[in-house]
Nanobody
Framework: QVQLVESGGGSVQAGGSLRLSCAVSGYTSSRNCVGWFRQAPGKEREGLATIASGGGRAYYADSVKGRFTISQDNAENQVYLQMNTLMPEDTAIYYC???????????????????WGQGTQVTVSS
């Protein structure tokens, strides 16, 4: 079992920044993949960025590449998502999730992730 708890969401004006945190606990392996996803009302869940629990290369969706940065802190068991230059279309519930396979294998497909946090709301106003 892996537990994930997101925090750091909130309301921000367009052009602003937020940093989301995901506290990861339970059985984890450095080979596990942790990802950030979001879901806006009426839309499918979208994969944004992934990184291995033990660190390493990060992968990004084209929609956030250059604006969002995923990072991890092994000592704190945290995975972060730094979001810059936020736009109203970034408004969504943001989730972190864990997959028991390499990030290269699972990619940004939500169906590959079997443990999820409860989500945190991000609202960007114009």
């Amino acid at each position: 079992q892996v537990q994930l708890v997101e925090s750091g969401g909130g309301s921000v004006q367009a052009g602003g920044s937020l940093r989301l945190s995901c506290a990861v606990s339970g059985y984890t392996s450095s080979r596990n993949c942790v990802g950030w996803f979001r879901q806006a009302p009426g839309k499918e869940r979208e994969g944004l960025a992934t990184i291995a629990s033990g660190g390493g290369r990060a992968y990004y969706a084209d929609s956030v590449k250059g604006r969002f940065t995923i990072s991890q802190d092994n000592a704190e068991n945290q995975v972060y998502l730094q979001m810059n230059t936020l736009m109203p279309e970034d408004t969504a519930i943001y989730y972190c999730a864990s997959a028991p396979r390499l990030c290269l294998r699972v990619g940004l497909r939500p169906s590959e992730y079997n443990f999820w946090g409860q989500g945190t709301q991000v609202t960007v106003s114009s």
